[in-house]
């Protein structure tokens, strides 16, 4: 739809539920994406980086940090779902001293992983349009939702931690 094609109106727009995939469905779309469009439309190598040893370490060592973040989630007895009504629970610990999204951020490195290993040209344009997407879609509205529901709590940790790295 064309509303979303505009800042603005993004969060009116009907497609925006369809953001709210999980953050692992959003990488399988991405590789889907991103070996349909470089099969299509050739796969020209990346010049620099004869690398895939780089881009295969890049697709498995992120895992960690989405890993961590769960992982602390259920130590606290919270949801991963920030946006969850029954999530009480500012998770300020393990990974999030560091980054206010480490799901999103692991799984970013994960499609720069992935572009690199496959020396797709395609993917690396992709992934920056991934990213514009999650960021517009899903990390926007749910530091918004934070936002009222932690308040100064939420708005003290903003001022701390950077949204990425």
């Not at 796969?43 to 780089?54: E, Q, R, S, Y």
């Not at 720069?112 to 690396?124: C, E, T, Y």
Request: a positive charge; proline letters at 9%.
């Amino acid at each position: 739809m064309l509303c979303c094609l505009v800042p603005a109106t993004i969060m009116h727009c009907e497609v925006l539920a369809m953001l709210k995939l999980p953050p692992p469905v959003w990488a399988l779309i991405y590789v889907l994406l991103a070996a349909a469009i470089s099969w299509q439309l050739g796969w020209p190598k990346m010049p620099g980086f004869p690398l895939p040893k780089l881009g295969m370490a890049l697709t498995f060592i992120p895992w960690i940090l989405p890993v961590w973040a769960i992982a602390i989630f259920r130590r606290e007895g919270t949801e991963t779902n920030p946006t969850s009504p029954t999530n009480r629970l500012l998770v300020v610990d393990g990974p999030y001293r560091y980054t206010r999204n480490p799901m999103y951020l692991g799984l970013a490195f994960v499609y720069a992983g992935i572009a690199i290993a496959g020396q797709s040209v395609w993917a690396l344009i992709l992934l920056a349009v991934v990213l514009i997407i999650v960021q517009r879609g899903a990390i926007e509205p749910e530091e918004a939702f934070l936002e009222k529901r932690f308040g100064a709590d939420y708005l003290s940790y903003k001022e701390k931690v950077r949204r990425w790295i």
